[in-house]
């Protein structure tokens, strides 16, 4: 799902020049050409036909149908659609997901631009490089790793109550992800780490593509570092901000393995997510054609959200 | 600006493209589903064997149980022309998997989930003809009665045989002896009274008083609900709400009282402050090392609990509230099944009864597995060291038979009752956020809307 959607914008920015010189050959060969080229792409086309599009209208069919997986169906037309609008304990679903775009989008994109500036003024230091290895290395953790790693620190008798409980604060202590008010924010948190080191590197590398001599042009001028930061750094990450906004956005709305592996869902449906909740209908309660119709209206909803943020940067950018 | 980009023939061969895939799952999901033979049941006049040619059995067990291995061991040392090919599972994946598994390529032996749905789809054989050539119908009745399914494959708890166990388990409380001294307990409480008193002492004495799991989509508190349950009230209505029997409900008096005197626990303090988040795991462990006093659950600890707690561990069934009521416990035996196109089913029910009925088998059932071996009454029973938690659960078993009070767990009443109504509505209890009357109205109207289709 995450391949097409920041894929349509970067592509076509960089295959349009390309384009154009190949020009000439326009009356001559574009045919054959074109021909040749599609079947340089038959291979990939043919995967991603059999192993994404199909699956997606596959989904699409059976969420058409009331079905149990194996037995015989039954046509319930836009039925399973109904149900996953007014069906509380589906829909409410799907708000912890618009939910956690705070801890996964927000809080990442936000502190790794404050952490890739930090680091990129120290840029020559061996710290830099240590505090990149460490920042990165959420995310060569596997994700249930990490979850397990996440449930032991934050039960009642983990590091974090330890720690608040040496600082004085006992009395806040508590089992954060089996409390129903702070089970949510504590998936997230567990989100945000793990996505901030993929913001933070991406930022980091956009940062060092911006021209040196701006800078010094800046502090010519007198800027401080604020100053360079809003007019120079910020308007120079556009891009890649919006690759990050759009990748955590979209992992806070598919959100599957830190919930499974924290709270799978619990307490009391306070951290259920659509991902969870298409898994427990498919494969627990056998409701192939409700879950299928909660998969296409998660698509949709990324697509809604991912597609408007594409289109933001790249009316500014060109 | 794509669509700007793209020449015309483009997008034509994007939508053949397209079309083919779709086509390619146009007929409706399901249409394509093995026919299972008409379940009639086997009419063998003779009981059926494993014969003397090479034969092998094709096995799904559920990994870290090793009983149905030793079992397969044994067997094949017995009858040598039968070797096994096993394959395991977590029971998760199992419960997953199983419907797919048995359409798709159909084991002899298979470790089973909740029957109903898989009778539904015509995925399981009717052993209905097979307990007759062996003999099984003169069992105690409460042991197969879980897996028999009425014609129609709604109403649980009559009807044909359509699996069978590999033995039976047994709930209750276990307790850990040390504690128990301290707080000056010296025998089992007899009456629910008595266990509340015991339950207070503990708190007072800063010892914790239950150890038990609620956390993730595992919502333990049912195991002490469902004893309350039947503490306050006779066993048969809640099996019947269980087996989906018509017009049975779990909202009656006699159980609200039972959820009203677990709320009471909760609000005393009785479990654990974080047992939203505490998981199976983390209940043994936290028992094991001596950290609460009661703990309510099965007896496929016993083995664990006599090796790893040695003599300090002990085990009593709930009991009533009446001083002298008769007793209850969730009772259910561990499910296996012969898939309904299954290749050697005769050779798989001869197994099943062997399991049963052989004295070398019957000893590694209850030294493996720590619970009571199937079979008829009186059959052969080996000898377990006195003292031990093994001894105590294996005589529970023959006094809930004498009381009839052998109950399936009310989370088995549909699929998804456990993690999609016992469970949150247990822990919204725990926070306060549930009544007693809320916990048994929302549970029983989960019910009727899933035990009514989808």
């Given amino acids: ?318 | 600006m794509s669509r700007r980009a793209r020449p015309r023939w483009h997008t034509a061969a994007l939508v053949v493209i397209t079309g083919g895939t779709l086509a390619a799952g146009c007929a409706a999901p399901g249409s394509d589903a093995p026919k299972a033979e008409p379940a009639t049941g086997t009419s063998a006049s003779t009981a059926p064997a494993c014969g003397t040619a090479p034969v092998t059995l094709k096995a799904y067990f559920e990994t870290g149980f090793p009983l149905p291995k030793a079992l397969t061991t044994e067997f094949t040392k017995q009858h040598p022309n039968v070797t096994w090919n096993i394959r395991e599972d977590q029971f998760a994946v199992i419960t997953q998997n199983a419907p797919r598994v048995l359409a798709d390529d159909p084991p002899d032996l298979m470790r089973l989930p909740q029957v109903s749905e898989l009778v539904k789809d015509d995925l399981l054989k009717n052993m209905d003809g097979y307990a007759k050539a062996f003999g099984w119908d003169a069992w105690p009745a409460s042991q197969l009665q879980q897996m028999r399914l009425a014609p129609g494959g709604k109403t649980r708890g009559e009807g044909s045989l359509y699996a069978m166990g590999l033995n039976f388990s047994m709930t209750g409380v276990f307790y850990n002896k040390k504690l128990a001294a301290r707080i000056g307990m010296s025998a089992p409480p007899t009456t629910l009274a008595g266990l509340d008193d015991l339950l207070a002492k503990a708190k007072a004495a800063g010892v914790d008083p239950i150890a038990q799991f609620n956390g993730g989509a595992t919502g333990g508190l049912a195991f002490p609900l469902q004893n309350l349950m039947a503490a306050y009230g006779p066993a048969a209505p809640i099996n019947d709400w269980i087996f989906q029997k018509p017009g049975a409900t779990i909202d009656t008096p006699s159980n609200l009282q039972a959820a009203r005197h677990l709320e009471k626990w909760i609000k005393a303090g009785y479990f654990w402050k974080d047992v939203n988040a505490v998981d199976y795991a983390t209940m043994m462990s936290r028992f094991i090392g001596g950290k609460g006093l009661f703990m309510f659950d099965g007896d496929w600890e016993s083995g664990n609990l006599d090796k790893q707690m040695a003599g300090d561990a002990g085990f009593f069934l709930m009991p009533s509230a009446q001083d002298g009521g008769k007793l209850a416990a969730m009772s259910a035996p561990l499910v296996f099944g012969v898939g309904a196109r299954a290749k050697n089913a005769d050779c798989a029910a001869f197994f099943l009864n062997w399991v049963a009925t052989d004295s070398k088998a019957r000893d590694i059932t209850v030294e493996v597995g720590g619970s009571h071996p199937m079979g008829p009454a009186g059959a052969h029973m080996p000898a377990v060291k006195p003292g031990t938690v093994t001894e105590s659960t294996l005589a529970a078993g023959a006094k809930i038979v004498e009381d009839n009070g052998a109950m399936d767990f009310i989370a088995n009443a549909t699929g998804a009752i456990y993690a999609k109504s016992w469970t949150p509505n247990l822990q919204k209890m725990v926070a306060g956020q549930q009544t007693p009357e809320g916990l048994l109205t929302a549970v029983q109207g989960d019910y009727t809307s899933q035990a009514g289709g989808n």
């Fill in chain 1, 1 to 318: 799902m995450t391949g097409p959607i920041p894929g349509t914008g970067v592509d076509l920015a960089e295959s349009r020049p390309a384009a154009r010189t190949r020009s000439p050959l326009r009356r001559h060969g574009l045919r054959r050409a074109g021909l040749v080229g599609w079947l340089f792409i038959l291979p990939a086309l043919a995967f991603y036909a059999v192993f994404v599009l199909r699956p997606i209208l596959v989904t699409f069919q059976y969420s058409l149908y009331t079905w149990d997986g194996i037995g015989p169906s039954t046509w319930a037309g836009f039925g399973n659609y109904v149900k996953v609008f007014t069906d509380p304990g589906l829909f409410a679903s799907i708000l912890n997901a618009v939910k956690l775009i705070v801890f996964f989008s927000a809080i990442p994109v936000v502190l790794g631009l404050a952490i890739a500036s930090t680091i990129r003024r120290i840029a020559t230091s061996r710290l830099a490089l240590v505090a990149r290895t460490v920042i990165f290395l959420p995310q060569v953790i596997p994700l249930v790793a990490a979850g397990i790693a996440w449930s032991w620190l934050l039960s009642s008798t983990g590091v974090v109550n330890q720690v608040l409980t040496y600082l004085g604060l006992g009395g806040i202590t508590r089992a954060w992800l089996g409390d129903f008010s702070t089970a949510l924010p504590a998936v997230g948190v567990i989100g945000a780490w793990v996505l901030l080191g993929l913001c933070t590197l991406l930022l980091l590398a956009g940062m060092s593509k911006i021209d040196p001599a701006l800078f010094e042009a800046a502090r010519l001028d007198g800027a401080g570092p604020m100053r360079e930061f809003l007019s120079i750094v910020l308007p120079s990450l556009r891009q890649e901000i919006a690759v990050c906004v759009t990748v955590t956005v979209i992992a806070a709305l598919a959100s599957f393995d830190i919930v499974y592996i924290s709270t799978q869902g619990g307490p009391g449906n306070a951290t259920m997510v659509p991902g969870l909740e298409i898994y427990y209908l498919a494969f627990s309660e056998r409701r192939v054609g409700v879950a299928s119709a909660l998969a296409v209206v998660l698509m949709l909803l990324v697509i809604a959200v991912a597609l408007p943020i594409q289109r933001l940067t790249r009316d500014r950018s060109s």
